[in-house]
């Protein structure tokens, strides 16, 4: 009667302590006060989601479901090119082709409209060149697509041949990181990191050997953990 | 209790059958008849041994009295039931704003064996007190037993001395307001319901026993305006006693811990200068209530300078008797204050304008009265109430708010804190519910420490640091020593602005000589007071927390010390 295993709306004390925005041990001491409605028995304590979030919500309480915190704030470049994947031998001489050819191939959310997609890339890439230089461009379109992208991905493709993009030293470009992010937050940071990895030498001879997706994401992992560890 | 028992109760407890402000209502029930019953049992003992001792009448042997019961009071308080701390209300109003309620099963029965030896044996003090602790402790652990949290804990601790008081006095309005202007100190309506309840049915459970009869029976008044004018200058008189009463209290009481470090002797020797006072004034022994009922009958005639010795020597009395270790309360000998008060100023008035149709000296008497309790515990609300139930005396009515409010406010200026608070009040204890002390006591390091932190060591140099800084969006960054754990500080993004924009001194500087924070640190058990404190002091918003043996655990910050405290501040004050 009291902990019906049926109801999933039963949450435990760390779901509900990260819901209220609070530790673990503030909220074991609202219990103990009696300052919180809960159910205790069996030497457990569990709260009803639902009617935790009224009384939340009548003290004017934050209530943090949906706004993933962590998500934002961390941001992590290797779950991004996770989740763009990488392509290789993408046709097309010009800058509008190769962009129009690499969203074809990668695999994007249901969500995504692809031409409107490619509208939008082009419209950054003739507003000013993505191209960053020896050879690597991070085209993305000018605001992010917070309805259809939730999880941020980048998604690298390698192109048949080099395609001159307008980059500042005037190299063609033979690697795309194309970028899609929720948030424009999100997007500076995994640029950051992206840049990064591209200051390194030895990481711009491997991306010539077109490496598949492991050995890409083994490689920014080696060189994130160098600074961890220093 | 048997672990069955516990076992059956948690499987079964009725909390999960009713809602919560049901329950506590009908839990109102057994506290209220068991606090009623403590406090029957407390006053039928009392008069029990009053009786058997008045069969002695060689005042050389009363002498001795006081101190045999001082000695047998000290001996069950210490010796049988290991009671540490004698003063009794301050040890509930602690146990209410700190432990959640918590109080010894022991403590039903402690003071009032503790009490009844004090009283019985003519020292000066209350019967209330004790009873007080009685109810509270059977409430605390009617509440325990039903595994209730510490707000219904309270609550039911609230109807434990709401029943004692009310059962005591006959008068079950003082007793809630007692109970919640003194000692819980918050009006709700999840207290107020079950405290209603168990006042009413424990005033019943005396009213059973002794009948309906109003502990002290007045003469009808006819207040005029001149009366309720010069009850003015009586609330003055009664909050110099007052003052002078709770001064000499303290003094003694530290005075005595001086002089004598043994408990026994100190209790004996207070018991003989009580026995020795009694000896030449009778009146100022015991409880008193015999002597407040001459008074308001107006059987009671002394000249004026005896009247004030009178006063003079109850007060020393008093403090004889609970200063020096024995159980008992001050709620009974303030009445008496108040009630020689009163009639030293009827006296006064008298004499200084005979012929101005003043009411009679009884009623002077019981202005006194609600005055000095006032006065003495901070209390209007109880002052006045008290004094109308048990005298019946509600034309009086006027006048007694006028004295007992104004007795109120310039005890206030006079004295810092009540009798009751001021003993926790000198222990930093003093935490009233809903006011700042309260919220940041409750607030622990734990609550707020933030422990999910990159570290980087003290040899990194600036530029690997810049590198770090680039992937990871920390605002500061404790330095810890990979080998020895060692915490040497912390490093502050914003305050290395100046390096972090000169590649040149990327590689001439280490992060360690650019760390803060390393002459400042609190522990997990420091109070919020102290850090909020060391943030004033050192004009920083983030604290390294470090353990005893100075490893590091995390941060503090401001902010988020600001937003737990916004929290506590919406659960603490909304029902």
């Known amino acids: 009667m009291l902990f019906s295993r049926s109801s999933s709306n039963l949450i435990e004390i760390p779901q509900a302590a990260r819901l209220l925005g609070i530790s673990q041990h503030a909220l074991e001491r609202w219990i103990r006060q009696g300052g919180v409605p809960c159910r205790q028995g069996y030497g457990r304590t569990l709260f009803d989601k639902g009617e935790l979030r009224a009384w939340a919500t009548s003290k004017n309480l934050a209530w943090l479901e949906g706004e993933n915190k962590t998500a934002s704030k961390s941001v992590d470049l290797i779950q991004a090119l996770f989740a763009g994947g990488v392509y290789s031998g993408i046709p097309g001489c010009s800058n509008v082709e190769v962009l129009e050819q690499a969203v074809q191939v990668i695999s994007l959310p249901d969500d995504v409209d692809n031409e409107l997609l490619i509208r939008k890339l082009q419209e950054r890439e003739s507003l000013a060149s993505t191209g960053l230089g020896q050879g690597i461009a991070v085209p993305h379109p000018r605001h992010p697509l917070k309805e259809s992208i939730q999880v941020p991905m980048v998604a690298t493709c390698f192109l048949n041949e080099p395609v001159d993009f307008g980059a500042i030293d005037q190299e063609p470009v033979f690697v795309l990181f194309l970028m899609l992010a929720p948030s424009t937050q999100q997007h500076l940071k995994l640029l950051a990191q992206l840049s990064f990895c591209l200051r390194e030498k030895q990481f711009l001879a491997f991306l010539h050997e077109i490496p598949d997706l492991e050995s890409l994401c083994n490689r920014v992992q080696a060189i994130q953990d160098q600074i961890g560890r220093r | ?575």
């Open chain 2, 1 to 575: 209790m048997g672990n069955w028992v516990k076992e059956f109760i948690s499987r079964w407890n009725p909390v999960n059958w009713f809602d919560e402000h049901t329950f506590l209502i009908v839990l109102g029930i057994p506290v209220g008849i068991c606090g009623g019953l403590a406090s029957v049992a407390l006053n039928h003992s009392i008069h029990f041994f009053a009786h058997l001792f008045s069969a002695i009448t060689n005042p050389w042997v009363l002498i001795f009295f006081p101190a045999i019961g001082a000695l047998l009071s000290i001996f069950f308080m210490t010796a049988v039931f290991r009671e540490t701390r004698i003063h009794a209300v301050p040890v509930v109003i602690y146990s209410v704003s700190r432990q959640g309620g918590l109080l010894h099963l022991r403590s039903a029965i402690s003071h009032l064996i503790g009490c009844l030896c004090t009283i019985a044996f003519g020292g000066s003090a209350g019967p209330e007190a004790p009873v007080v602790v009685s109810g509270s402790s059977i409430g605390s652990n009617i509440a325990r037993l039903f595994c209730l949290n510490e707000r219904q804990r309270v609550a039911m601790v609230g109807c434990g001395i709401a029943a004692a008081i009310s059962a005591i006095f006959n008068a079950p309005l003082a007793g809630i307001i007692f109970s919640i202007e003194v000692v819980l100190g918050e009006w709700a309506s999840v207290n107020l319901l079950p405290i209603a309840v168990s006042s009413v049915v424990a005033t019943q459970i005396s009213r059973i026993w002794y009948g309906n009869q109003i502990p002290f029976e007045h003469w009808s008044y006819q207040i005029d305006t001149l009366d309720i004018v010069a009850s003015v200058g009586l609330a003055f008189l009664v909050s110099v006693v007052a003052f002078v009463f709770v001064r000499v209290m303290s003094f003694i009481e530290k005075k005595a811990a001086v002089l004598f470090s043994n408990l026994y002797i100190r209790g004996v020797a207070g018991g003989l200068c009580v026995g020795m006072l009694g000896f030449f004034f009778p009146d100022i022994l015991g409880e008193g209530y015999e002597t407040i009922r001459k008074i308001i009958e107006n059987q009671y005639q002394q000249p004026l300078v005896l009247m004030m010795l009178l006063i003079g020597l109850k007060i020393l009395a008093t403090s004889l008797t609970l200063g020096t270790g024995s159980a008992g309360g001050v709620f009974a000998p303030s009445l008496v204050l108040g009630c020689f008060s009163g009639l030293l100023y009827w006296q006064m008035l008298m004499a200084l304008w005979p012929d101005a149709g003043w009411v009679n000296g009884g009623c002077f008497a019981l202005l006194g009265m609600a005055g000095t309790i006032s006065a003495v515990l901070h209390a209007p609300l109880t002052g006045i109430f008290l004094i109308v139930e048990i005298t019946g005396g509600y034309e009086a009515i006027l006048p007694l708010i006028c004295v007992a409010v104004l007795a109120t406010s310039i005890s206030r200026k006079l004295i810092k804190a009540s009798i009751y608070y001021r003993e926790l009040l000198e222990r930093g204890q003093l935490l009233r519910p809903r006011t700042d002390a309260r919220i940041l006591a409750d607030i622990s390091v734990r609550d707020i420490l933030v422990e999910s932190h990159q570290h980087i060591a003290p040899d990194m140099r600036l530029r690997e640091f810049v590198d770090l800084i680039k992937i990871n969006d920390q605002d500061y960054y404790p330095v810890i020593d990979p080998k020895s754990g060692k915490y040497h500080g912390l490093v502050f993004v914003a305050h290395a602005r100046p390096y972090l924009l000169s590649p040149e001194l990327y590689d001439a500087v280490l992060v360690e000589e650019i760390i803060e924070g390393v002459d400042y640190a609190i522990s997990p058990h420091d109070s919020l007071l102290h850090v909020m404190d060391l943030f004033e002091k050192t004009d920083t918003e983030i604290v390294p927390v470090l353990d005893h043996k100075k490893t590091f655990l995390g941060t503090v910050s401001k902010s988020d010390i600001l937003n737990q405290y916004r929290k506590e501040l919406i659960v603490q004050t909304t029902f």
